[in-house]
């Protein structure tokens, strides 16, 4: 089965209800993050504790030892999933068979406990109802939080329907539920082992926080006499205080819950009555509350990330499930799609090319575009898309093509690897570009003959139901040079970044926002500056955008000394010289590119605020506009910019609440991937064609957004600085 | 009324919770409106405050099996959450506030911390010795595993509050 068909399959099965509950989820989280008084500050403590935890890890896996030896408890330390298996084994015993009972634990899948302990001959049952659902049905969690996020309650009521022939066929959630309470809560007053996960452990105090929902984890430890706990090295903490804003954080993050239901603070092993459930005789308070406890902590490849300065930051990661509920793709596929092994979303690239290996993560990393929006959705600040890129440039290191002679004279590239001909051919965009304008129109429509589309298809997986940019022939920088403009009395002096996109496609943007400049009092220069990076970056071609991001610096500094601020059309170039290049320069050439660089209706924004004469330019009477505003220019923070200049200019503006719109640059060209992106842009489509917004403009700020609404409505969308000009 | 306890009842409002707001002497009266059916407990051990007699205190795990209701003290609240710090006691309060369909929990109205900061300071300072084993509890039970939000899943799906005034 190709790529395409298994996206496909999974759409078609899973895509509605994981999209329902992954939207609802993110709705959530930002709903209640607002209610918060320093969300920023809070994430900032919670990434500093996690960074002193990981440095110190070694110290405070010795620290916490101590402690719960010193509570009545034993730590185990193992090394790879067979180890701890072995030793939860021991535990458990093979005398004779028991009943372990389980909360929801992704340590525990990872590890895959279960079918060891039942190799044993030991019944193990998981009590988180999610969890059960896909234990009864056995299929694996599509979602690190809410694991069954794929079946929906029909589907959950025909599997029980089927398996347990209950008297009454159950129908809905209130049933469901209740059914599957009383199951358990038996499976639960009967056994003889509790198993929990831990989302915190305290090296202080050995105090485990557990986020539930239901109270199974409480059961789970309150109904036995021995506990096991097992927890990835990374959870430890070193104080109780510090899980102060991690309980504050965790569930708003996740599921969008203020906090969960129960917070369990337990400092195992955990005291209360051991009871015999049937006992009609003993009070309570006669039973003695001895309990064993075992605290399996799991390395299997976290320490060697530790020691991985890209993959390191993965092990903050509090498997909140944010960066998969805010991710555009994911909401469309799900983990099953979106994952590996054991993880999936943006961060479980990390954990499964740390834990799996490459070619695990590899299978679904391409899924991550970088369009960012994870990164203010992580609780602990983490750059998952960074994390992506550097596994998706070690995974094209490991490929080998023999069809490199096809794109070589296209892609002079500074890979020392040999990445997939598709990647390369997306990664060298600005050398297809250069040759696009050099040759236009005659490349367009040799590029548009079927011929040549089913040869891009078969060669380099580009999707032939796309329509390809349209170079022109002069570009931006040409008919800058061309011009005879200057401008008396200029308030400011800037550099338009002649990005590769409104350099050699969407040339009248750029035009329109060198006349916009200019009539606002800027002396503006269009030079010939090199390409920012972002297209082979996107690729994983890191050594090709350090190189792009060198000749950048080089090419804008004599600019920038010269007291030139650097005006940015394409959001994901600004998001470059912003975000990446902090990973690609050293921070003496990174700085002063970040410090002086604007998106383009920033800069007019800022002129206006400094007194700049708004009369000059055409205004909108109330003209009605629909703006979708760019990914990464939302986590820049700049899409209110753009809608307040709009309002000043008089335009009546409503905006999309999408997190992308679905291509992301190459992403919605690539044959695999054309209908997840197609599937993504259905949700703009339909917020900009219903009845408030079917009639109005429909402007975008990033070349790839306008692409995709250019397929996905009947009108042509344009920038925004376009409408200033008209 | 304190600010913060004033927070609290809010909270407390809004993630589910009924509360009533009583005297020492009228506590059993309104635990009494709290519950349903057979109705277990463990002592409040607080001077002048007791349990009505239809509570079967310390009981056996059988009659907890049959119990509906569970009435146990709280250590405080957590005003800006509406959430309640229960603390596992030899009397099984764990096992009452868990395994029945309706909690009732009894709070001191000085016990009341304005926000998890204050909770956290608490419990720095007091785990293990006090607080080795506490629940911060919001709201019943509940779960979305089963394609819509239900209450009461694993544990009670009715929390009341019974806060005692000073």
């Not at chain 1, 920088?477 to 009395?489: G, K, L, Y």
């Amino acid at each position: 089965m190709s790529k395409a068909e298994r996206l496909r399959e999974i759409m078609a099965a899973e895509g509605a209800a994981v999209e329902a509950n992954t939207q609802g989820f993110n709705q959530g989280r930002y709903d209640s993050v607002a209610d918060l008084e320093d969300y920023e500050g809070l994430k900032d403590e919670a990434r500093s504790i996690k960074e002193d935890a990981i440095e110190r890890l070694p110290e405070l896996i010795d620290q916490l030892q101590e402690t719960v030896e010193a509570n009545g408890g034993t730590v185990y330390v193992a090394e790879d999933e067979a180890d701890a298996n072995q030793y939860m084994r021991e535990v458990v015993g093979s005398d004779s068979a028991k009943t372990v009972v389980k909360s929801k634990s992704m340590t525990s899948e990872e590890i895959e406990v279960n079918e060891a302990l039942e190799a044993d001959g030991h019944d193990v049952v998981e009590t988180d109802l999610g969890e059960w659902v896909l234990q009864v049905a056995d299929e694996s969690p599509s979602h690190i939080v809410a694991p069954a996020i794929h079946k929906s309650r029909e589907a959950i009521a025909e599997l029980f329907n089927d398996v347990f022939e209950p008297d009454e066929p159950l129908e809905t959630a209130q049933e469901l539920t209740r059914f599957a309470r009383d199951m358990l809560g038996e499976r639960i007053r009967d056994a003889d082992v509790g198993m929990t996960g831990a989302n915190f452990v305290t090296a202080d105090t050995g105090t485990m926080a557990l986020v539930t929902s239901e109270g199974n984890a409480r059961k789970t430890v309150a109904a036995t006499d021995t506990h096991i706990a097992v927890a990835g090295v990374e959870k430890i903490v070193p104080s109780v205080d510090d899980l102060q804003p991690f309980v504050e954080l965790i569930g708003r993050s996740g599921t969008g819950q203020d906090i969960t239901s129960y917070v369990s603070l337990f400092t195992p092993p955990v005291d209360g009555p051991v009871v015999a459930f049937d006992d009609d005789e003993t009070p309570l308070s006669a039973f003695g509350d001895d309990r064993e406890f075992h605290l399996v902590l799991i390395d299997n490849g976290r320490m060697s990330m530790r020691e991985d300065d890209d993959l390191r930051e993965t092990l903050y990661c509090i498997r909140c499930s944010a960066c998969s509920n805010v991710c555009a793709n994911f909401q469309q596929v799900g983990g099953h799609a979106f994952g590996g092994e054991t993880y999936s979303g943006g961060i479980g690239t990390g954990w499964e090319a740390g834990i799996e290996g490459l070619d695990v993560a590899g299978e679904f990393n391409d899924l991550c575009t970088g369009c960012s929006r994870c990164v203010d959705a992580c609780p602990v600040g983490i750059d998952i898309p960074w994390i992506n890129t550097v596994v998706r440039d070690r995974v094209n290191g490991t490929s080998e093509s023999d069809l490199d002679f096809l794109v070589d004279g296209l892609t002079p590239d500074e890979e020392e690897t040999s990445p997939p001909l598709q990647k390369r051919f997306f990664g060298n965009f600005e050398t297809v570009t250069k040759m696009g304008s050099a040759l236009a129109p005659v490349s367009n429509w040799l590029a548009g003959t079927t011929l040549s589309r089913q040869a891009m298809d078969r060669f380099l997986g580009v999707d032939s139901r796309r329509d390809l940019p349209q170079f022109q022939r002069e570009t931006l920088v040409e008919w800058f040079a061309d011009r005879d403009v200057t401008v008396e009395d200029s308030q400011r002096r800037a550099v338009l970044y002649p990005d590769l996109y409104t350099n050699h496609v969407q040339v009248e943007r750029g035009k329109a926002a060198v006349r916009v400049l200019e009539a606002l009092g800027v002396d503006v220069v269009v030079p010939a500056i090199a390409s920012s990076g972002r297209a082979p970056l996107s690729q994983g071609m890191i050594s090709t955008a350090r190189e792009h991001a060198e000749r950048v610096a080089a090419e804008l500094e004599p600019h920038i000394q010269n007291g030139r601020d650097v005006v940015v059309v394409e959001p994901s170039d600004l998001a470059m010289f912003e975000r990446e290049y902090e990973k690609l320069l050293d921070d003496e050439l990174q700085e002063p590119i970040a410090q002086h660089s604007y998106e383009v209706m920033e800069y007019v924004f800022g002129l206006l605020e400094n007194g700049a004469d708004p009369s000059v330019l055409g205004a909108g009477s109330g003209e009605r506009v629909a703006y979708h505003s760019h990914c990464q220019q939302r986590t820049l923070g700049l899409e209110e910019h753009t809608v307040a200049v709009l309002d000043r200019f008089d335009f009546d503006v409503v905006t999309s609440d999408v997190e992308c719109c679905g291509m992301a640059g190459s992403f919605g060209y690539k044959s695999d991937y054309y209908e997840v992106s197609m599937a993504v842009g259905d949700d703009l489509r339909e917020q900009f064609t219903d009845p408030e917004t079917a009639d109005r403009t429909v402007v975008a700020s990033g070349t790839s957004c306008l692409e995709q609404l250019d397929s996905l409505l009947e009108r042509r969308p344009t920038h925004p600085v376009e409408l200033l000009v008209e | 009324m304190s600010i913060d306890l004033q927070a609290f009842e809010q909270s407390l409002t809004s993630v589910g919770v009924a509360a009533a707001r009583v005297p020492p002497d009228e506590v059993a009266a309104a635990i009494e409106q709290f519950t349903t059916g057979p109705t277990v407990g463990v002592s409040l051990d607080r001077d002048g405050v007791d349990l009505p007699d239809s509570v079967d205190v310390d009981p056996t795990a059988a009659a907890l099996e049959e119990a509906t209701t569970g009435v146990t003290p709280a250590a405080f609240g957590i005003a800006d959450y509406g959430s309640l710090v229960l603390p596992s006691t030899d009397g099984g309060s764990e096992l009452v506030s868990l395994f029945v369909d309706h909690h009732v929990a009894v709070l001191d109205e000085a016990d009341v911390v304005p926000d998890m900061k204050a909770a956290f300071e608490r419990f720095a300072r007091d785990i293990p010795e006090a607080y080795g084993d506490a629940i911060i509890a919001t709201g019943p039970s509940a779960t979305a595993d089963m394609g819509a939000l239900v209450k009461g899943a694993h544990g009670p799906s009715e929390v009341r509050v019974v806060v005692v005034e000073a």
